[in-house]
């Protein structure tokens, strides 16, 4: 039995000293938060199905879709904090295989995020558990997003 514990002590020291926060911590953007609702100057956004996920890590953002069947569809780019109350969105990156504008690196249209550019939402509220961002659109459309932890 004692030789059992001093061959597991040290794989559970490996295990406890694992990172899960790639590149240090990032606060409280770390894991998934699901989309729960989009509104447009005010009023819900019945185009929204509530089927996105927002995930963050290090400077890596992706934005996934999960259908009824359970098909997952990810977009990616990158994400900043700028100060203490704005969110800047990256969806201007490419790679070998899927040039700048490529599906995988534009957002889910019903988000009404810019599409090949940068979009900054306002921080309005930020807890634990709950987000609150919102976005002025170029056309003038306010659009306030609502999101809850997942994980």
Known sequence: MK???LIFLPLLAILGAGCTHNDGDIGPWFGTWQLEEITADGTVDTGYHHDIFWQFQNTVFC??????MHDVYPRWGTWQETGNDILRLDFTNHDNDHPEGSTIYT???ETHIRPNGI??????????SELHLQYA???GTLYD???KKWR
Request: glycine residues 4%; without cysteine.
């Open 3 to 5: 030789k059992i514990f």
């Open 63 to 68: 934005m996934r879709k999960v259908t009824a």
């Open 107 to 109: 957002p889910f249209p």
């Open 119 to 128: 979009t900054e939402l306002k921080i309005m509220e930020m807890s634990g």
């Open 137 to 139: 659109a170029p056309e």
């Open 145 to 147: 997003y609502y999101l």
